[in-house]
């Protein structure tokens, strides 16, 4: 199985996390954020990730080093998770519909660190949650996953509905990529011969 975890403590975050690729999209989310919780829940279950993660952040403070630093483990996780990254399908793409909110995601499992990110999202914040934050989320998880991740925002004023399908795209893009190719299960997708 394509299984990791990661454990990281630092001076303002205590997390563990552990990811299984091929899950049946289980998770078991404790961040000390509400809307975060539920974004990554939604994410393990579009994504039919099982997904644990417990962080003891400086909340008080106020999300930022929790979010940015769950999207570091997370990246760190999936690395590990696909190993040589033999087989997969390496590409990934979804165009999602949340009510109003249309969002596009796509994915190259490269090797290379890069996030496109186009997302307007219109307040400041979704109850506690400083919105400016899903940005630092997706650019730690890219930075330490060595992947290419476009988000673009089609349509959408709902701050929830954007942030929310953004998450569900994302999600479904990777299943997408990381999904081992039947037709050549052995074979890293490059010509390169590594990602």
């Given at each position: 199985m394509r299984e990791a975890k990661i454990v990281r403590k630092t001076a303002e975050t205590d997390i563990t996390l552990a990811l299984n690729l091929d899950g049946s999209g289980k998770s078991d989310i404790a961040t000390g954020c509400g809307f975060l919780d539920h974004m990554l829940a939604l994410f393990a279950k579009h994504g039919r990730f099982d997904l644990s993660v417990s962080c003891k952040g400086d909340v008080n403070v106020d999300y930022h080093h929790t979010a940015e630093d769950i999207g570091i483990c997370l990246g760190e996780a999936f690395i590990k998770a696909l190993g040589d990254k033999k087989g997969i399908c390496r590409y990934g793409s979804v165009i999602l519909p949340m009510d109003e909110a249309l969002i596009t995601a796509a994915t190259d499992i490269s090797g290379r660190s890069c996030l496109c990110y186009g997302l307007e999202i219109p307040t400041e914040k979704?109850?506690?949650?400083?919105?400016?934050?899903?940005?630092?989320?997706?650019?730690?998880?890219?930075?330490?996953?060595?992947?290419?991740?476009?988000?673009?925002?089609?349509?959408?004023?709902?701050?929830h509905h954007i942030i929310e399908g953004a998450f569900k795209a994302v999600a479904r893009a990777l299943r997408a990529a990381v999904k081992i190719d039947e037709d050549c299960p052995d074979e890293v997708p490059s010509t390169k011969g590594v990602l």
């Open positions: 979704v109850g506690d949650f400083d919105t400016e934050l899903c940005e630092e989320f997706w650019l730690a998880f890219v930075r330490n996953a060595l992947i290419t991740l476009h988000i673009v925002q089609n349509a959408g004023k709902n701050s």
